[in-house]
């Protein structure tokens, strides 16, 4: 009995699935050259340098990902499609053939050849479709029953199922048979005429050509849509930054309103365009004044200089007139160095050099410093103590600002005054007081005490450079805190100047010191009103 | 003392070698830091002079870790152009025992340099008791005497005196005080440190028919017999 093995051998199809994918992918592939050549425009001379930006063009590649995933989905859909349709009617052809076949070896078994002979006539005559194949054949090759004129050529293994043009009724058609060896020779075929099926598959094919050509229009123009969406969206910031690169540092992004995601970039773009041009500003400010103050200095040396050339008529003279320019140049040093130191601490670059420190102690000392001049000028420096106040803050930078102010308070005091000095612990806060009962300054002319180079009209007579104090506003900056300068007021004359410091931060915050400071202060560390002066 | 001098412009090393020989010290100049680097580990000095920025890919501290690295232990003062606080604490951290910002005043540099060799020299252990013509002082019993008549001092007097006694014979800058005796890194822009040693000088000299502290024009202080 050879049947049964026969048998087990059918009913395994479905590669047209394949192959008709492959088609259709087929078809994919070629849209995508055509997607990029459109895209990248015509390749005319200087056309290469506009590819390359628009290979590297981030709109071009969200448009490009936006049409592969477009064109991927219709793929996967049109596949299920294809499968659900003909691949459905090719596997019913085949389980119709096999569940054929299964149930005429059982009549061969049941009564062997005439009851299968005469199964097949019936089974002809009962097919409305007309679509049913049979043919049995003795072993000479003679017609022992079924709908089809002769064995078929090229039909010899029983375990292929055979694609045949076969013409019936003198109508050319397309069957799917399978052949099937019999004991003693006898074969028998059994198939399904597939015309309609294969109609059905062009006409399918050419419908999801046609659709697929849609979704490659459909994609590239959504490709084109997402591409000008995107492009809109840094065209704000891209025309701002151009600008500004140009030189108009007034330039800012436009918000939307709406407060989305790109609004934000927009406003940290903002941001930091406002600190730029704030450093510009600063910038510009030193340099004029640079070309102001320094040149003063420079033209005494260099005149010196010049005039002990022409005119010295002695060694003496000659050296003298040396080291008087010398000392004026050892000034332009000085200026220099607390100009580039200024702008150092500005840049927030120190940071890095923060320690844990204890005011207090750090006020001892200076106050033994600077008594002793005090002491030798006539005046009193008057320190009041305090309880230990902890800081966080760079230790030579603080020392300094404290050093200028009492400078100042000693360099304008009255003869015979006093300068206080103290620090207090207030909340959050350490506040360090300098107050001195001399000249003070007119009203108008504190708030620009700490501009670089201001000096007083009242002060020309005094040494200085003006730098003084744009030191002290940079290191409180600098700490996070702020730099007040007040009168002393109700008749009392004489300044009191206000160092306000953050107070040790807690450890948390320590590990972030390396944040670039802000010139703003935070809304949530604004600084408490000012007390009065001891 | 033999000096080392790397440095590589010329009217400056120029200038400096002058000064340090009319000083009576022996120096050997290199223009880039290959050059320093070859002299300062073949050859034995006192002191070396190093400019931070060298030519010939081999920078000053680039030299000083080299030669650290290999144990060479002489005393480096570095010269900077550079002045922010930070670089002073890059060029101490690379070995240097001093640091000093251009431009310089050649008194300043010489007070150092001078400083530095004799510490090079590793004087006598940690001294208990100092002593200078008929000054004495001792630093456990924190006492000064002088002519056998007791003096007191503030702490920061005692200390300020301390200072000159061990750099006794020395030119000592007031820049090199105010690091020195106050551990202060800026510029007071006050005459601080004079104001000071008159004070001592109140106390030390004053009483006394010989001065000791004398000041050196254009320089700073000494402390010396005379
Ligand atoms: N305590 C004070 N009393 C009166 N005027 C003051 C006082 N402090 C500052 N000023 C005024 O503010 C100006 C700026 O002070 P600042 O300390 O910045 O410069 P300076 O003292 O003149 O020079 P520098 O500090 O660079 O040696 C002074 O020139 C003076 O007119
Ligand atoms: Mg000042």
Known sequence: ?534 | MRILLVEDDQTVRGFVAKGLKEAGHVVDQADNGKDGLFLAVSESFDTIILDRMLPGGIDGLHLLETIRAQNNRTPVLVLSALSQVDDRVAGLKAGGDDYLTKPFAFSELLARIEALGRRGKGETGPATRLVVADLEMDLLSRQVKRGGQKIDLQPREFRLLEYLMRHAGQVVTRTMLLEGVWDYHFDPQTNVIDVHVSRLRQKIDKPFPVALIHTIRNAGYMLRDE
């Open chain 1, 1 to 534: 009995m050879a049947l049964p093995a026969l048998f087990g051998s059918g009913g395994r199809k479905g590669g047209n699935l394949g192959a008709g994918s492959q088609a259709i992918s087929g078809q994919t592939l070629a849209a995508h050259p055509h997607l990029s050549s459109a895209a990248a425009g015509p390749a005319s001379p200087g056309a290469r340098s506009r590819r390359n930006d628009l290979i590297r063009s981030a709109s071009l590649r969200l448009a490009l990902v936006y049409a592969v995933l477009f064109m991927l989905s219709a793929i996967v859909f049109m596949s299920f499609i294809w499968w659900a349709t003909v691949g459905l009617l090719e596997r019913e052809v085949d389980a119709a053939i096999v569940a054929d076949a299964r149930a005429l070896s059982e009549r061969w078994a049941d009564g062997g050849l005439p009851a299968l002979a005469d199964s097949i006539r019936q089974r002809v005559a009962s097919n409305v479709d007309d679509d049913a194949l049979y043919l049995m054949v003795a072993p000479g090759g003679a017609t022992i029953a079924g709908n089809l004129a002769a064995w078929p050529d090229g039909v010899t293994r029983s375990d292929v199922t055979y694609q045949l043009r076969i013409s019936r009724d003198g109508l050319r058609s397309l069957a799917e048979v399978e052949a099937f060896a019999l004991p003693g020779g006898f074969k028998l075929l059994v198939g399904r005429d597939v015309h309609a099926r294969v109609i059905l598959k062009r006409l399918l094919t050419d419908t999801l050509l046609w659709a697929m050509l849609m979704v490659g229009g459909l994609g590239l123009s959504g490709a084109l849509i997402v591409r000008s969406l995107f492009r809109r969206m840094v065209r704000n910031v891209a025309q701002t930054t151009r600008a500004i690169a140009s030189g108009d540092l007034t330039q800012r992004v436009p918000l939307s309103g709406s407060g989305d995601e790109f609004d934000r970039v927009a406003e940290t773009i903002n941001h930091m365009l406002d600190r730029i041009a704030r450093l510009m500003d600063g910038v510009r400010q030193v340099s004029n004044a640079i070309a102001h103050d320094l040149r003063t200095p420079i033209t005494r040396a260099r005149t010196r200089l010049e005039d002990a050339a022409l005119h010295a008529t002695s060694t003496e003279e000659m050296q003298a007139a040396i080291e008087r320019a010398v000392a004026d140049l050892d000034g332009v040093t000085a200026v220099f160095e607390a100009l580039l130191r200024i702008a150092e601490i500005e840049a927030g670059a120190r940071r890095s050099a923060f320690a844990e420190l204890e005011l207090s102690a750090l006020l001892d000392d200076l106050a033994e410093l600077y008594g002793a001049v005090a002491e030798e000028r006539g005046l009193t420096l008057e320190l009041t103590p305090s309880e230990p106040i902890p800081i966080f803050g760079d230790r030579p930078l603080l020392q300094q600002a404290v050093a200028n102010l009492l400078d100042n308070a000693l360099k304008f005091s009255r003869p015979g005054g006093t300068v206080f000095l103290g620090a207090v612990r207030d909340g959050g806060w350490a506040r360090i007081t300098v107050a001195d009962g001399g000249i003070g300054m007119a009203p108008a002319e504190l708030s620009r005490a700490s501009e670089r180079f201001f000096r007083a009209e009242s002060a020309r007579s005094t040494p200085g450079s003006g730098l003084g104090l744009s030191l002290v506003q940079a290191v409180a900056q600098l700490h996070g805190g702020q730099f007040l300068l007040e009168n002393r007021g109700e008749g009392a004359p004489g300044l009191v100047a206000t160092l306000v410091l953050k107070a040790e931060r807690p450890p948390a915050r320590i590990a972030d010191r390396m944040e670039a400071p802000s010139s703003v202060p935070h809304p949530d560390e604004t600084v408490p009103p000012l007390h009065s002066p001891p």
